[in-house]
Every structure is written in structure tokens, then in C-alpha cells.
């Protein structure tokens, strides 16, 4: 890709609205950098000599299918579709698939935001005769009022000052902006420690994250903010995220299992969201999927979506006859947990 492309795809995601990390001119060379030898088509959209709309895809496949794809760095780590648009309008997002799928390609675009996948229901495109799409995940998040803790029933809300409290005798805070040489390393280590490393969901234990990561530092870290909550001297949590704008996107945190009965990752989650909204911060990105400590502290939830198309007929009824059976088995599964099932 030349410059000139680099700098266009830059001057439009500093101006497209709800522009994020994962569609970013920097989160796409460092997925180049680290896996080099990926094939790639990057499709440009203008409208009256202006730029308005890029959407980058690498090949692999899905369900078996060969297709083009968002940008996955290591396996199930999409937090965004790598969809960049200025403006809201189904024409462009129609024009940016047609475009892409021109000799016939598929797509599968993963955690696409609901606000796109509202185009194509918008004056009757005929592209939805081609698509199928699943409800993916929740993504939660904060925008900043004045009480961070406004979520919170008011039971959990004064337990947890009291810890707030507490923590501000025993523990101190660290925030950088950029990471520090050491940095990263202190936070494998204390992934290691963690529960996640029990349970073997650990994102470092794969060679190809702590690559990515080292990649993300590399590429962009004048817009790394890393975070750490020491006791007695010593790292016992930390936590990994990503600036756009005025927008924080949490990617990882982790806390060393020995110091659970004093909630770490939750008091140091606390400490940032007050550390950014004191800088001047709007939003505070909590990343895909739930858990009880983001309902804690967001204030609003984002749909998100898998979308399908392709223009090979055989290729649609297999995508849809799998999703209709994975949505089968996701009812039975759910019905089996039911305290009554």
C-alpha cells in the first residue's frame, strides 16, 4: 500500500465517527507485520473525489468456505468489524460489498455494530437477498457522568467503596501512556498468576497474542495505555488497552489469583476510569461479551453481529442451514442450564 493510501486511511479515520482501534491504519500493519505472507484486498470508496468509507479483509475461511474476512489477530479476538465509514448511508456500505465480492469472493464480516447492519435493511437493498447474519455479542461500555458507580445496585456500590477505601492505604496505581520498557512482560507474568492461566484461557499462552501485542507496541504506541495496581511494591494486576480519540478500548486485564479476596482487577478497572475521566476522556470500551464486573460499571450496551454474503447460491444455503442448526443447538443448551430443565 503506498502513502498516499496510508494517508488517506488515516485523515478518514480521524474524522469517521464511533472510529475505533480494530478498523484503524495501525492495527492493519500490525496484523502484516506479524503474519506477513497473508493475502489481502483493501477496498477504497469515494464519493465526489472524497473518501469516505475503507473496508480491509484478509482471506481465510468460515464453515469450511473460503472467504474474505476481517482482520482476526489470533483467533477469536475481534473485538470490531474492520469497517471504516464516514457516513451512513446503505449506498456506500452497498457499493463497498459489491466491490469486494466482485469475482465472486464471499465475506464474513464479524462483530459488525448494529447502526451498519441497519443499512442494508434500508430501501429495500436487493444485497439482502444474498446475506444472512447471527446476533454475535453484547460489547458494553461507559460514557463518563459524574458517579462511576452509578451502575452499581446501591448494596454492591457501598461494599465496594469501602474496598476503594481500603485499597487507597495498601495499594497504589500506576497508569502509563505508552508502554514502559518491561511493561508487557510484567503483564505476562502476572497473567501467569492468574486465574485465566488455570482455567487455560489465558490470551499470552498463545505465542501469536503476546506477538500481536508486542506488534500493537511496536506500530502504535504513542496510543497504548497500560495500567497496573502494585501491593507491597509488587505488580498484583494490570491491564492493557488502546486509545482512539477520546474513546479507551480495554483489550486485556488480569490479576495474580493469590490477592482475590481484594478484588484487584476490579479496583484497578475503578482507578483507570478515574485516572481517564480526570484527563478529559468521553468513553471507556469495555470490549465484546459480558461479565458481571463491566454491568458494574457501564452505562450502555452495543448489539453486535456476524454478517454473511455471497453471490454462489449453494454457498448461502450452507452458511444459513449452519446457523440454523447452530441456533438450534445454542436453545437446547440454554434450556439444559435452566434450573428446571
Not at 447474519?133 to 461494599?159: G, H, Q, V
Not at 509488587?234 to 478484588?263: H, P, Q
Request: proline share 2%; charged share 25%; with cysteine.
Amino acid at each position: 500500500m503506498t502513502k498516499e493510501y496510508s494517508h488517506q486511511w488515516s485523515n478518514l479515520w480521524n474524522s469517521a465517527p464511533g472510529a475505533h482501534f480494530f478498523n484503524s491504519l495501525e492495527h492493519f500493519i500490525s496484523f502484516i507485520d506479524v503474519f506477513p505472507a497473508t493475502k489481502y484486498m483493501i477496498v477504497f470508496c469515494y464519493k465526489k473525489d472524497e473518501l469516505v468509507a475503507i473496508l480491509p479483509l484478509v482471506w481465510g475461511y468460515r464453515f469450511g468456505i473460503k472467504t474474505l474476512l476481517c482482520i482476526d489477530s489470533f483467533g477469536d479476538s475481534i473485538d470490531r468489524s474492520s469497517l471504516c465509514i464516514k457516513k451512513q448511508d446503505p449506498e456506500i456500505l452497498r457499493f463497498l460489498i459489491e466491490s469486494a465480492t466482485e469475482k465472486k469472493n464471499n465475506i464474513f464480516l464479524a462483530e459488525l455494530e448494529e447502526k451498519h447492519l441497519n443499512l442494508f435493511m434500508r430501501n429495500n437493498m436487493s444485497i439482502i437477498k444474498n446475506c444472512t447474519f447471527e446476533f454475535s455479542c453484547k460489547s458494553l461500555r461507559i460514557n463518563f457522568e459524574k458517579d462511576l458507580l452509578a451502575s452499581m445496585s446501591k448494596k454492591t456500590r457501598k461494599k465496594f467503596k469501602k474496598k476503594i477505601k481500603k485499597s487507597e492505604d495498601s495499594m497504589t496505581f500506576e497508569f502509563h501512556r505508552k508502554e514502559n520498557a518491561g511493561d508487557f512482560q510484567k503483564m505476562i507474568e502476572i497473567e501467569q498468576k492468574s486465574w485465566k492461566s488455570k482455567k487455560g484461557i489465558a490470551i499470552f499462552q498463545k505465542d501469536s497474542a503476546r506477538n500481536i501485542y508486542r506488534s500493537w507496541i511496536k506500530n502504535n504506541n504513542k496510543n497504548v495505555g497500560v495500567a497496573f495496581l502494585k501491593k507491597d511494591n509488587k505488580e498484583i494486576a494490570c491491564l492493557f488497552g488502546m486509545f482512539a480519540n477520546k474513546t479507551f478500548l480495554i483489550t486485556n486485564i488480569a490479576f495474580v489469583s493469590e490477592f482475590s479476596k481484594f478484588t484487584p482487577g476490579k479496583i484497578l478497572i475503578f482507578y483507570v476510569l478515574r485516572y481517564l475521566q480526570k484527563n478529559g476522556f468521553n468513553t471507556v470500551d469495555f470490549s465484546v461479551g459480558d461479565s458481571k464486573w463491566k454491568r458494574d460499571f457501564s452505562n450502555q450496551i452495543l448489539k453486535q453481529y456476524d454478517f454473511y454474503f455471497s453471490k454462489n447460491l449453494s454457498v448461502c444455503i450452507w452458511w444459513k442451514s449452519l446457523l440454523f442448526i447452530k441456533g438450534i443447538i445454542k436453545r437446547i443448551t440454554k434450556l439444559g442450564n435452566c434450573p428446571n430443565g
